[in-house]
């Protein structure tokens, strides 16, 4: 089993930033990859960016340039630090870790872009 817990979320005018942070616990020295997705109303669940234990970096190319993803293995967080943020970039950011076959998922945490 892994939990996840995210924070950072928020309110932040277009062009501004946010970094978001996800705590890992449990098994999780099996957790390979981890990454960040985003669900807008309406829409479905859409990937945002992983990075796998080798420290391959893999962005959907609607935040590429804009978006970074990191990785604290000692502390088990993962990053997403977000700059230049778009209102199209409104969402529910969910942390996402795969363990082989297994996917799992945190609460999430709102992110508006707004003026």
């Known amino acids: 089993q892994v939990h996840l817990v995210e924070s950072g979320g928020g309110l932040v005018q277009p062009g501004g930033s946010l970094r978001l942070s996800c705590a890992a616990s449990?098994?999780?020295?099996?957790?390979?990859?981890m990454g960040w997705y985003r669900q807008a109303p309406g829409k479905e669940r859409e990937f945002v960016a992983r990075?796998?234990?080798?420290?391959?970096?893999l962005y959907v190319d609607s935040v590429k340039g804009r978006f970074t993803i990191s990785r604290d293995n000692a502390k088990n967080m993962v990053y997403l630090q977000m700059n230049s943020l778009k209102p199209e970039d409104t969402a529910v950011y969910y942390c996402?870790?795969?363990?082989?076959?297994?996917?799992?998922w945190g609460r999430g945490t709102q992110v508006t872009v707004s003026s």
């Open positions: 996402n870790a795969r363990v082989r076959a297994i996917e799992y």
């Open positions: 449990g098994n999780i020295f099996s957790i390979n990859p």
């Open positions: 990075i796998f234990n080798g420290g391959s970096i």
